[in-house]
């Protein structure tokens, strides 16, 4: 706990703006705050660590002082800790003063982690912090977050902007600079949901051990790299087509299983029937199939009936439950 910092006019060219001790997130758009300075004044002083030669480090407020300085401002009105203060309570001041002003966002959440981590065990940041920064109390959540914490800055930056998941960022740290280098474009230019990027990252995991290959080398070959810059796709179809290249290496005959079920649906008409789905039983194992029917009322189903019924006499919808 520290006690109550006295609260002082403080020049602004006497604060380190460019200090990164206590810096867990991009400048930002410093508008809105320059529009509330100008009509309220400074309602929360920041706080900052006094230093040596009347120095100044910012610990809470970098982005109001921004939007002072940006105003023109000469002085700010400021809390002022010791230069002595310990960087543990400097850390908890940043930590309180924002966590009930806004959500963090990924990056933030994982560097604030590995700054609290190396000064609390980690059972004490995850029961203790991971609360403040929005998260549940987990051990394994926060070693996903100290993993993203390691990563270079395309990357981090992903995850600041919710493009890069957790999951994901726990499998890169595993990989060398080079192979997380080779990532960075499939990552930025393909929109994967966060599941869908996991699944990638693994299956290019898989594939390079399978293979005795980096991950670097399997991300660098001509058929994948296609699907970065193929001309008259869109992302999203282009980011399907990279996941079913590489379901095809990872799985070739579950691959061609599907794609002969696909076949089978397209020869039947059942591909993209309004009102008739047929799905293979999970992951192609299993004996049951899944058929789902929409109807309106009742003669509509009937019809929908008569012609399943004409279906399933079909050699093609024999050979489609073969499968």
């Known amino acids: ?18 200090d990164q001790t206590f810096l867990f997130s991009d400048p930002g758009d410093h508008s809105q705050l320059e529009a509330s300075l100008k009509e309220a004044g400074m309602l929360n002083p920041p706080w900052l660590r006094g230093g040596p030669g009347e120095r100044f480090q910012p610990v809470t407020g970098r982005k109001r002082l921004r939007a002072a300085a940006r105003l023109g401002w000469e002085l700010v009105p400021a809390r002022v800790l010791p230069w002595d203060a310990p960087e543990a309570s400097c850390l908890l001041l940043h930590l309180h003063d924002n966590a009930w002003a806004r959500p963090f966002n990924p990056l933030e959440q994982a560097l604030l982690a590995k700054s609290l981590e190396k000064i609390w065990e980690r059972q004490t940041v995850a ?23 390691r990563l270079e800055e395309p990357l981090r930056q992903l995850a600041a902007r919710g493009r890069l998941s957790l999951p994901g960022a726990a499998v890169l740290a595993s990989w060398r600079p080079e192979d997380r280098t080779a990532a960075v474009s499939f990552l930025e230019k393909l929109p994967w949901s966060h599941s869908k990027q996991e699944e ?59 794609e002969t079920f696909q076949k089978g649906l397209r020869r039947l008409g059942l591909m993209s029937h309004p009102r008739l789905r047929l799905q293979p039983p999970p992951a192609l194992e299993g004996p049951d199939f899944h058929l789902e ?31």
């Open 127 to 149: 029961a203790r912090f991971l609360p403040l920064l929005g998260l549940p109390p987990s051990l394994a959540l926060l070693e996903r977050l100290l993993a993203l914490a």
């Open 293 to 323: 029917i929409k109807f309106k009322d009742a003669e509509e189903l009937q019809h929908l009936l008569v012609d399943l019924l004409l279906l399933s006499r079909e050699e093609d919808f024999e050979a489609l439950t073969r499968i």
């Open 200 to 258: 990638f990252l693994q299956g290019i995991n898989l594939l390079a051990r399978r293979e005795n290959r980096s991950p670097e080398e399997i991300l660098s070959r001509e058929e994948l790299q296609g699907h970065l810059t193929g001309k008259g796709a869109t992302p999203q179809v282009q980011a399907a087509a990279a996941r079913d290249l590489l379901q095809k290496w990872v799985s070739p005959r579950f691959s061609a299983a599907r």
């Open 1 to 18: 706990m520290i006690a109550a910092a006295p609260l002082r006019e403080v020049p602004l060219a006497a604060i380190d703006l460019e």
